[in-house]
């Protein structure tokens, strides 16, 4: 594996889950020494990479504007060691930035990168994407999928870079029982989750969920910090800005993430908000993972990766809301 | 592929001062295939940027028919409308758009049209007042109502008595007061008070509604009041919007995105959504 990984970063850019204190994080490795397989979650998630937290839409001087080429260069790179649910966010992604319109800083960033998967070693407190249907198999999404069966890693391809890639580096040839040891591991895994989503009827349910005494309950302890937006791999949402140089002649436009946790985010002319209140601002975010996202993309938002519930900094679980929706409301 | 984040560059032709704090851009793209190949429908959008200040979405306000050039009436209420006020003839701007639905113009051909606007919502209905004038003989009765806080918010004064003279179309005013020394001779009140005097009656009518969202949900109660069928009924809205492309989120009405799906909606559509008074 290390001289796998090793050959990987000679030929490629390699980003990839390393330690950050006592989190993980994904960023660039120059060496199988600072990879971290063995990570759980991240804290964020791998859209930074095709959606940056913040990036030049284009540069200016005068009436001259940048092209998208020379911000973001064809170069092709590697985001290795991402799990199912973060492969399924990719999918919701595409559709937002790739759908109605085409971004193409999306997607050139996109197109910049093979991705190979990892099939978890563990279930985390938090994980649920058993039950949103994203994991914990890895099926489709990916270039390479690797899963560690003892020891060993059984590499597979699912397209043409990716076994190009993998015939180049001479592997040893899988065996049945290799196949075997890894459906054995992701039944191990099946097994170990702790929290789950009812998706039955889940789209109607929260969409018709406005007066639901929930929001209440949550809105009121919820601190409106926007830290599960941030974290959470499919909340695409951004603001726009412009930025001078001090010379007044040349300068920016940028977006960066926004999150609709925000007082800030549905704000319009001469101060009309259409939602001040938290109890608002949480139902937005609940309902548009829940809910909205299968209306408007035909893919539940949501994947199960948990990050929001671990960012938390009150404890609000999403998880929790969808089941105390079932209940009647009083 | 064409970037949908990219601006073209447009030259101000005309400005005409609306009100005190309202004027009406008239522009032209300097690429001329631009302009040629620029058209949209009535209630579309589009984004008006100046580097290093920002951008912002409005309402076209020109007539469809016109190729030669295209205009947007703007309020000054903030940073980005406050430096495009003061730009002038001659001025170069940054353009981009149209987005958005537009009015149901394939449903209004002989059919009674009421308008209903407040304020800063005229605009955006203006350019089917313009092409039901051009072509009066494909739709029935026109009836146009307006209400603007005061005498001197009303826009598009000069072009309100010609309204009036169009063939067979109705123009009420009303304003929510008349301060004092100021002549006044039309309807003091709110919006919906012009709904008693109302000519048009349901039974072969399409409302078009736009203007502050708490004026629309009182017009849209006002008019199911009436016996009109929530079908007839469409409204303009107006959010937050950072990209024209559903991209941004910003513009969320539960699973609507206001600037691909809207901003005109049928109120059935909308009606009973999450984060808004309709």
């Not at chain 1, 998208?68 to 973060?86: M, R, V, W, Y």
């Not at chain 2, 309020?75 to 701007?93: A, L, Q």
Request: charged share 25%; net charge neutral; with cysteine.
């Amino acid at each position: 594996m290390e001289s796998f990984i090793e050959s990987l970063c000679r030929s490629y850019k390699v980003f990839a889950p390393v330690k950050k204190g006592v989190e993980y994080s994904f960023e660039r490795i120059s060496t199988a020494r600072d990879l971290h397989l063995e990570y759980t979650t991240t804290i964020l998630p791998p859209k930074k990479f095709f959606t940056p937290p913040r990036e030049t839409i284009f540069t200016f001087q005068g009436d001259e504007t940048s092209r998208i080429e020379d911000l973001i260069p064809e170069e092709k790179q590697i985001l290795l060691g991402i799990h199912a649910c973060d492969i399924a966010s990719f999918n919701f992604l595409d559709r937002v930035f790739l759908g109605f319109r085409s971004d193409p800083r999306y997607l050139r960033r996109r197109n910049n990168f093979l991705i190979f998967a990892l099939t978890c070693k563990e279930v985390s407190e938090t994980c649920f994407c058993q039950s949103m249907g994203t994991g914990p198999e890895v099926s489709s999404g990916y270039d390479v999928l690797m899963t560690d069966i003892g020891g060993r890693y059984l590499m597979e391809a699912s397209s043409n870079e990716g076994n190009a890639l993998m015939q180049s580096l001479g592997l040893q040839q899988a065996t049945l029982e290799d196949l075997e040891a890894k459906r054995g591991c992701l039944e191990n895994l099946k097994g170990q989750f702790k929290r789950s989503v009812d998706r039955t009827g889940l789209v109607e349910l929260a969409y018709n969920s406005q007066e639901h005494p929930v929001w209440k309950k949550y809105g009121s302890i919820c601190l409106a910090c926007g830290q599960c937006a941030m974290v959470c791999p499919t909340c695409f949402c951004f603001d726009v800005k412009d930025r001078m140089d001090i010379s007044l002649k040349s300068g920016e436009r940028y977006r960066e993430w926004d999150v609709c946790l925000l007082l800030e985010f549905a704000e319009v002319a001469l101060g009309g908000n259409f939602r001040k209140s938290r109890d608002a601002r949480l139902r937005q975010f609940i309902c548009h993972n829940l809910s909205y996202g299968v209306m408007q993309y035909n893919l539940m938002k949501c994947v199960g990766c948990g990050r929001c519930i671990k960012a938390c900094p009150v404890h609000i679980d999403i998880t929790e809301i969808a089941r105390e929706l079932r209940e009647v409301m009083s | 592929m064409k970037d949908p984040y990219a601006r073209d560059v447009a030259e101000i032709l005309e400005v005409h001062t609306e009100t005190h704090n309202t004027k009406t851009f008239v522009m032209r793209f300097l690429d001329k295939e631009r302009q040629r190949n620029f058209s949209f429908i009535p209630g579309q959008f589009i984004v008006i940027s100046i580097p290093g200040v920002g951008e912002a979405m409005f309402s076209i306000s020109s007539s469809t028919s016109n190729h030669e050039n295209f205009a947007t009436t703007i309020r000054k209420v903030g940073r980005v409308t406050s430096m495009i006020h003061k730009c002038g003839v001659g001025d170069k701007i940054l353009v981009g758009g149209p987005y958005g639905s537009g009015w149901p113009m394939g449903q209004l051909e002989g059919k009674d049209i009421l308008i209903i606007t407040g304020g800063i919502g005229l605009p955006s209905p203006r350019p089917v007042i313009t092409y039901i004038n051009e072509h009066r003989n494909d739709f029935g009765f026109l009836e146009i109502l307006y209400g603007t806080r005061t005498p001197d918010e009303s826009i598009f004064a000069r072009e309100q008595e010609a309204w009036r003279k169009m063939k067979n179309t109705r123009l009420a005013l009303t304003v929510d007061y008349v301060p004092e020394g100021v002549q006044w001779e039309h309807k003091v009140g709110v919006c919906t008070i012009l709904c008693e005097e109302m000519v048009t009656k349901p039974r072969n009518a399409v409302a078009l509604i736009c203007g502050p969202e708490v004026m629309m949900h009182n017009v849209v109660v006002e008019l199911l009041n009436r016996g009109f069928h929530e079908d007839q009924l469409y409204l303009s809205l107006e959010r937050r919007m950072r990209c024209g492309i559903a991209q941004c989120g910003h513009c969320q009405l539960g699973p609507k995105f206001v600037c691909k799906d809207g901003p005109v909606f049928k109120y059935s559509e909308i009606k009973n959504l999450p984060d808004s008074y309709i």
